[in-house]
């Protein structure tokens, strides 16, 4: 059966910003993040602690940061390593991601690292994390396709969740970074999570759209028993270091869906809607959202 509630875990203003081009001003943000907690999403991930130089977009953390930490939502931000830490914590972070690799290509792509190394990279964030009471997500990028690699093995997918788990992530967050799942695929995935003793109730599914998939999967997944769904407001996004990466599915489509099948997610459509044609009028060109589209006439 599928769940009564749905848990959106909105991923806009760090997934869907991060690859912009042009400098998104820090107000433009914060409004952005406060028309989202006013639209009813109660997980926000704001922006990311990583090196500038290679997220130039979200280096102005320290800035954006203290302009909504006092919103009453959950507010995750990206942190990959103790230097990323410190920085989140010094401005009273009190919920993290890392975010492993389940394929070499893009550890090293991604963190300049071998997947091992990013894991050992990751074990003292998570267990100071942990220690100063901030919970933790494990993100896992390259679960079903790689661009440099191609179709992932499931038990290699499964090895690197089992690690992460063990480390003592709270949630893990499956990411089809490039957008090429399909159902089966996912529903193949889960199973063999799940015989691996990593439940669906510890689990998030975050799909990009590349393919036009990403709500077919969804379904599988709660199909599957998760309950936590990553989406961009506006299918905004795409990752700067995964060539052929498009945006998430966009938290607007990912709504008509729950909603009409009679799943509550506790978010204004409307509002939400009106919240993603006024960030496209910042970046200058219409949401490739097709909820966005049909309600606002874009
Ligand atoms: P590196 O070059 O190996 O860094 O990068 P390093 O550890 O050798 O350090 C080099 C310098 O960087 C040092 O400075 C550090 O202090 C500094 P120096 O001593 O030379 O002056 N440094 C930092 N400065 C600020 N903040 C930090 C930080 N760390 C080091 N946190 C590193 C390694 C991990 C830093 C780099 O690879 C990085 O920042 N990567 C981030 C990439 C990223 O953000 N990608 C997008 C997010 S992942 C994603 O989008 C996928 C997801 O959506 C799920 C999916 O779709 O699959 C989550
Ligand atoms: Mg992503």
Not at 6 to 29: A, C, F, M, S, Y
Not at 137 to 154: A, K
């Amino acid at each position: 059966g599928l769940p009564a509630r749905v848990r959106i875990h909105e991923v806009g203003p760090r997934d869907g910003l991060q690859n912009e081009k042009g400098q998104v001003p820090t107000e433009v943000k914060a409004e952005f993040i406060r028309r989202l907690a006013d639209a009813g999403l109660t997980t926000v991930e704001a922006t990311s602690f990583v090196h500038p130089k290679w997220v130039p977009q979200l280096a102005d953390a320290e800035q954006l940061f203290p302009l909504v930490s006092a919103l009453p939502v959950a507010l995750p931000v990206l942190v990959p390593n103790d230097r990323g830490l410190d920085r989140a914590l010094s401005l009273g972070a009190t919920r993290i991601a890392v975010f492993a690799s389940a394929t070499e290509s893009f550890a090293k792509a991604n963190l300049n690292r071998t997947v091992d190394e990013a894991l050992a990279m990751f074990e003292p964030v998570v267990a100071r994390a942990k220690a100063e009471g901030v919970h933790v997500r494990g993100y896992l990028s390259m679960c079903f396709g790689d661009p440099w690699e191609g179709p992932v093995p499931v038990h290699q997918v499964v090895r690197v969740c089992k690690a992460l788990m063990d480390m003592g992530c709270d949630e893990l967050s499956l990411g089809d970074t490039i957008g090429v799942a399909t159902p089966g695929h996912v529903a193949e995935l889960l199973t063999a999570l799940d015989a691996d003793r990593v439940p669906a109730t510890a689990l998030g599914v975050h799909f990009h759209d590349t393919y036009g998939q990403a709500l077919a999967n969804t379904l599988a997944a709660l199909q599957h028993g998760v309950t936590t769904v990553d989406a961009s407001a506006g299918g905004l996004g795409g990752c700067p270091y995964a060539k052929s990466a498009t945006g998430n599915l966009a938290t607007e489509d990912l709504v008509w869906m729950l909603h009409g099948l009679g799943i509550d997610t506790g978010v204004d459509l409307g509002r939400l809607t009106a919240t993603s044609v006024w960030m496209a009028g910042h970046l200058g060109r219409p949401s490739p959202s097709r909820t966005v589209r049909a309600l606002s006439h874009q």
